[in-house]
């Protein structure tokens, strides 16, 4: 009987890089492009931050069907939030993150009741309609988020009260390279997860899953608020490194923006996240380089060919090629 039982220490070939391997290719990546373009912290950073955001858009749209255009009010408020702890409560890094992701759930949360009850166009106009009402609300509330002026010199003390941010963006890009890597883990292990497949089963058909006794309206509020807690890291992690929140933390155009970028990585697949963010930030860079009138031109080709000739976006024509290879080598 002893030889029957299976050794728990012993795992599987291949069970580690399927459960750590997309999470170590993400690294692999992150430290790779550090390397090659030490100059560019900043700008990787910021593709990590908003690969976090466009995450929780993939979570909510990709997995759960939810059509959203309101995701950036989650992450202006996790920034706001994040702000404001650190300038009247404490500098400390992590805390900041957990007020920034308990301010992006708890908006969501609330916004979710009245939203997640319609679909469709109505979603769509609720989700803008509530961003803007919370934009205004920022705007006026100058006397605590300093209005169209903002919140500046946000104080982050270092990270384990040992490693201190410097201004060369080291520590701020091994930051958010760390978080991205856990909030990916994190995902991917949900959408896995009973909940997960509910989810996609409500995004399938919602009917038949409501006739076959799952909580509808529960499980999308509460995959809304999962996302809306990204989102709001994201936004912490944003007015952490950078210092500095503005309206612009909860403009449409990052909405927007992080639905091109998911749409062109892929929308079903939260790798298509990865993939999209950094295609969206380098071509957007090149070519308001060159041409800084006309760049959004370039960008709206790209998601035209993206629509009319890759489907599945970038991570389906990568996957694609994945499964040719492996058919090809069997």
């Not at 030889?3 to 012993?10: F, G, T």
């Not at 399927?18 to 492009?33: K, N, Q, R, S």
């Not at 993206?306 to 069997?330: E, I």
Request: hydrophobic share 55%; net charge positive; proline share 4%.
């Amino acid at each position: 009987m002893a030889d029957i039982v299976a050794d728990p220490s012993r795992v599987e070939p291949g069970r580690w890089r399927a459960l750590i391997g997309p999470e170590l290719a993400v690294v692999a990546v992150g430290l790779l492009a550090a390397i090659v373009f030490p100059d560019d912290l900043g700008f990787i950073t910021r593709i990590n931050i908003l690969s976090i955001f466009t995450l929780s858009i993939a979570l909510v749209v990709g997995q759960a069907g939810i059509g959203t255009l309101g995701q950036a009010a989650l992450f202006g408020a996790g920034s706001y939030a994040a702000a404001l702890w650190a300038l009247h409560v404490s500098a400390e890094p992590f805390s900041g993150l957990l007020v920034g992701a308990l301010a992006g759930a708890g908006v969501a949360a609330a916004s979710g009741l009245l939203i997640l009850r319609t679909r469709g166009l109505t979603l769509i106009m609720l989700s803008i309609a509530f961003a803007q009402v919370l934009l205004e609300i920022a705007n006026k509330a100058a006397f605590v988020t300093g209005g169209d002026d903002g919140l500046a010199d946000i104080p982050v003390n270092p990270i384990l009260g040992a490693v201190a941010f410097d201004f060369h963006g080291r520590v701020g890009f091994c930051y958010t390279l760390a978080a991205l890597v856990v909030v990916y883990f994190c995902l991917r292990r949900l959408i896995a997860s009973p909940f997960g497949l509910t989810c996609r089963g409500i995004k399938g058909d919602r009917l038949r899953m409501r006739a076959i006794g799952a909580p509808v309206v529960r499980h999308l509020l509460c995959v809304y608020a999962i996302g809306g807690a990204v989102a709001g890291i994201a936004g912490a992690l944003s007015a952490q490194t950078t210092q500095v929140v503005g309206l612009g933390n909860l403009g449409f155009e990052l909405s927007a923006e992080g639905l091109v970028m998911l749409s062109i990585g892929g929308v079903g697949h939260l790798a298509g996240a990865l993939l999209g963010v950094p295609t969206f930030m380098i071509v957007r860079h090149v070519t308001a380089t060159i041409n800084p009138y006309h760049w959004l031109l370039v960008i709206g080709v790209l998601l035209v060919v993206t629509v009319l000739f890759l489907p599945g976006g970038l991570y389906g024509m990568v996957d694609k090629w994945r499964r040719r290879a492996g058919q090809g080598g069997s």
